[in-house]
Nanobody, 111 residues
């Protein structure tokens, strides 16, 4: 069974940056789509960004210009560079490497 390992979450001040990483443990494959989703307390899980095998990206309006998704096909890994973070970005972030989900990593933006 494929397990996705996420890293990079934590506590950061408003305006700061974090980089999330996600890759499968013990196996490699070439999924078409990868992405990041997030879920804030009391809210539904929402799309943050996705990227296709050929690098086509899609972003939620709320993160455009601040977040950048990228992937390393050789490692079956996906990354999310988050800049200019805001308190409203606080959530559990889940990676998705089709069709698998990560366990989630907490991102807290607070002064």
């Amino acid at each position: 069974q494929v397990q996705l390992v996420e890293s990079g979450g934590g506590l950061v001040q408003p305006g700061g940056s974090l980089r999330l990483s996600c890759a499968p443990s013990g196996s490699f494959f070439s999924p078409n789509a990868m992405g990041w989703y997030r879920q804030a307390p009391g809210k539904q899980r929402e799309l943050v960004a996705t990227i296709t095998l050929h690098g086509r990206t899609n972003y939620a309006d709320s993160v455009k210009g601040r977040f950048t998704i990228s992937r390393d096909n050789a490692k079956s890994a996906v990354y999310l560079q988050m800049n200019s973070l805001k308190p409203e970005d606080t959530a559990v972030y889940y990676c998705w490497i089709e069709p698998h989900w990560g366990q989630g990593t907490q991102v807290t933006v607070s002064s």
